[in-house]
């Protein structure tokens, strides 16, 4: 069972969104006119393949674990997105294939450094970009909820010190053919329940389900008391930042 396995359920309905407008902006700073083949590295649910399908001619969406392609299936056909599937992990896919943009989303610190830049050197066509992208809570006036949240997380985390997402994407590509060449960020408000945190919380591969094990009520009560004092009117405010550092030849 992989790591992301426990977290499929969760992950779909809970993990911070990418906003819209991420997907506009990041269309236009890299110029897309619809003609691009596009791979979703790392799909999971598929929030970023679905994202950018309108904006390009083909999106290919790629993950491991057999649970993160069934629900993205299931998206995409919801949201209408014409995708195409593959399972496997990058380090293993085939030759013959060029993409002009390969999206990377929270999950480039699960690829192999030894042989995922070979593979992407491979795959991505001469004037290609790389896009590493994240979303997530950012510290605002309207949420100081956040420290205390994710104080409670880390406490219950198998990977505290976050040792697998230290490393900077740059840095990651150090000695690759690719450097950064931009990056972009947008910012949206929008309100979360308890409920919604709770998922968030075992939709992360260090607090997942499979970790937190047979104490995920004992878990989900904690954050539940913490947040509480912060509710207004039933929810919390919570600032959420989509960013991608584009990398290039
Ligand atoms: C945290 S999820 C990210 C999902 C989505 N891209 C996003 O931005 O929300 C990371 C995904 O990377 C996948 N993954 C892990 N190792 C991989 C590899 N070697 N090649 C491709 N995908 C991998 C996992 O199965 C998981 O679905």
Redesign the pocket.
Known sequence: M???ASTVEF?TRY?EP?PQEFFRAAAERLGLDGDEALL??????G??AIGFAPFVATCTA????PG?IDVAKAAAERARAHLSFRL????DFPGGESFDVVT????LH???RQS?PEVLERIVSSVGRILV???GSVEAPASPWLKSYQEVCRSWSDDPDRKHYRLEAAEWFAGSQFHKIDSISVTETHRVSVQDLVGRALSK?NTSPAVVGDRQAEFAAEIRKTLEPFLQNGVLQEKIEAAAVIFGR
């Open positions: 992989g790591r992301f992950y993990r990418y979703d590295v790392g799909c999971g649910p929030p970023l790629l993950d491991p674990e993160m496997g992990r990058i380090e990377i989303g929270r999950a699960w690829l192999d995922a992208c994240r979303s591969s």
